[in-house]
């Protein structure tokens, strides 16, 4: 894959959305400004940047590869993030970060669950007594069911 | 090892049929905006003393977004036991109803009781030093004889102090630009300086720069003088009773509480706005407390309000 | 000399043993919230604000403060060691930071954030007792036409911060653009790319966009590489600078200091392009430009004193005017009123020690901090010595936390997760996120004023140019964009030459 297309292939599926939905909003003119003008003229001027983009690496003869992706990593860290964000308030902060460190460590070869889960137990205790106990923010702690 | 399972279900139980004496835990007391502003400052010394009246803590909770529309859907969302109440106020209940219906994620009117109200605040109608009016009936007079020429500025659109703008506008025939502005600041230094012509903002927000002789009052948009700025003439007595404007707050639980809670809850907040402190807090903050308004004198305000508004809203959109 | 009586009023109010306690427990507070991944000061205050509603007004404005730099300092912190803005005043600090953070430098970044601040805050102290009012007064000079005159300076500055094509840089910039113009119009009240999510009418918050491409993608991009590229920071060089190195950071952070302290003054936004108006400048002056974004000294020195000195200024309206001149000033008007006390230009004569106490206790706070942070360097450093399959579950919990404390909501950190497939790509194209995230926070701005203008001038386009100050910003992006295309000419000459 080159690095280059990818990249002028992303900067005008932006600004296509950019620009399909800003056009149904208001657009007015330019002394009159309303809400779509600014959204409309920036995807415009962004699809122009990426057409230039991709058009100069379709010509290049040497293209940049893009790096590997670590499908792992990503899938591992967002289900972690997610499942915290939807065990926070019918589990407590203990649990659910209990449960967002075990999953997050999932994206670690090879996988050490003995060693996870004390890192999940020690960073929830932390968390809950410093910023809950100790400053204050306004955190659950324990399961509302 | 199901047996002592079993007992701590069974003591669990009992616990429950024990008749508890509301409240017998804190309170959370929502408030839809940020740590900070004024509807949290009021709220926090409010909360402090229904704590002296319920005899147990009642917390403050910050959850703003979207103008009040985050928290009171918070508030609507809750168990209707009397261990949630909400710092209503006149965005999320009258305006955003009124001119965004399509915004609402909750019933303003069904899915609420007002406990009772609190405060109400009008606008100061406030211009810079050096403005060629300084009257509100020199300043309908000079946009009367310069139509679209003037502009005035606010927190924002479908906030008290733009909907104060247009009902001014409206029952005066004043043809004034709306300029809206992202926060108080900004604006007030556009005023000072000049660059707007006026403003429609509460008088905490404003006091400074009276006082440094920057900006200069022309009146109030309330029904009665208020004790701050007892010279500022209100638009009743300048002839425009139509623009009246007032922010106003209240307190409300979710719809279905119980009566006896619902009671408990009145008694306490009338204790607590008969408190001197608080009397002090909303005399310097420029408000007038409301009188003893409940549910049902508290509903029809609110729909008064919200078809007041909707009046307004035709000349609203830029 | 009048001056001098206040000073020393001043330091009289702020030197009392239990001031001082506030003021250290502000400090301590507000640095142990600033580590939080993706929380700044204006969060941090948010939070802690309630804790200050039992005090006198002295005491909670003394820690309020203390909070403040706290922030700031813990913001820098993990911008050096994590690569997490907690700001947008911070994110040019961990273009460089990090960076010599990697390279085993950590310990020099953070002293020279520490002592570059610490030189600001000295500095900008005298500033506030010397010029106060006039300071206030320039406030008064900016409209809506100098705000966007402002606005395209900083703009075309945002394309300076990365050292990625030109072409890819101003992309960037307006992705972020985009970005910023998700949720409620302001001048009109419609709502943009919403669809019909009320969470979302407020717009995407910076810090949720700043962690998912700074700190979440990161961290996926370090999981798929072998531990030893991720921590080369295995190799830690003396904590402490040299003397020939105190000599380096003098001179940016002395630049640093006047930018940030006329930037700091003004309404809305002075602190962020403070420091990257730093930064642009010190790449600008320095013999080896090429450096930075790679770990160059200056690059941390400026922008830390720049912020900080944007951050003391950033009071003077509120002293001497009441007037707030950013988000957390606003805050602070809040703690005032609670405690009764209306911010205005009265309270100077009315109650002079809160005023110059609070002054004083800038500068004390400042030194406090730098006295806490200096030791801290070595625990930070060793921080970094953890095995990094341990350390990131901790950096993805702190972020989470830091992200649902911004509203108490969890949609925040939900939004982390969707935002996080977007910076991974980011990371993966090694696309420059710096720019993106200046525009997010110009853009704004940048079109807010525009509209403003128009409105009030009924869509007269000659209003924009109406003031000297405005003028003058528009040739200084002029000659910006000159310089910045120069070089690029001449190399090309070059090229030509040689054929």
Sequence with gaps: MRRDTIVGLTFLAIAAFFAFFGSQLTIGTAARMNAGYVPVLGAVLLGALGAVILGQDLLRRTPEPIARINWRGLICVAAGILVFAYTLRPLGLPLASVLLVLIGCLAERPIRPVQALALGVFLAAASSLIFVGGIGLQLPLWPTL | MKAPLLALGLVMAAAGLAKAEYPDRPVTW?????????TDISSRKLAEVLTEQLGQPVIVTNKPGAGGLVGTKEAQGAAPDGYTVLYGSSGPFGIIPALSPEKLTYDPLKDFEVIRGVSAS???????????????AELVDYAKANPGKLNFGSPGIGTAQHLAGELFNKATGADMTHVPYKAGTSQMVDLASGVLDLSFEYSPIVKPYVEEG????????????????????????A???DAVNMGWTFLGVPAGTPAEIRARLETAMNAVMADQRIADMIRTGGQIVVPAVGETEGKAFIQAEIAKFKAAGGAVSN | MELLDHAILGLTTALT???????FVG??????IGILPGLGPLATISMLLPLTYSLGPTAALIMLAGIYYGA?????TTAIIVNLPGESSAVVTALDGYQMARQGKAGLALATAAISSFIAGTFATVFIMLAARPLANLAFSFGPAEYFAMMVVGLLLATVLSNARLLESVAMVLVGVLLSTVGTDLTSGDERFTFGITKLFDGLDFIVLAMAVFGFAEIVRNLGEDEDTVTGTAKITRLMPTRAELKQMLAPATRGTMLGSILGVLPGGGAALASFASYALEKRVSRNPEQFGKGHMAGVAGPEAANNAAAQTSFIPLLTLGMPSNGVMALMIGAMMIHDITPGPRVMTSDPALVWGLIASMWIGNLILVVLNLPLVGLWVRLLAVPYRLLYPAIMLLCCIGAYSLKNDSFEVMLCAVMLLGGYAIVLLRLPPAPMLMGFVLGPMLEENLRRVLLISRGDFAALVGSPISIGFYLLAAVALLTMALPNLRRKREVLDED
């Design chain 2, 30 to 38: 929502i408030v839809p905006f940020s740590a900070g502003g004024v």
């Design chain 2, 122 to 136: 009008p606008q100061m109608i406030v211009t810079h030093a050096d403005a060629p009016f300084s009257t509100i």
């Design chain 2, 214 to 237: 920057k900006m200069k009052i022309l009146g109030t948009t309330g029904r009665e003088r208020i004790a701050t700025y007892p010279d500022a003439q209100t638009v009743v007595e």
């Design chain 2, 239 to 241: 002839g425009y009773p």
């Design chain 3, 17 to 23: 043993f239990q001031n001082l306690i506030y003021a």
């Design chain 3, 27 to 32: 400090c301590l507070l507000g640095t142990l």
């Design chain 3, 72 to 76: 700031q300092y813990g913001g820098s």
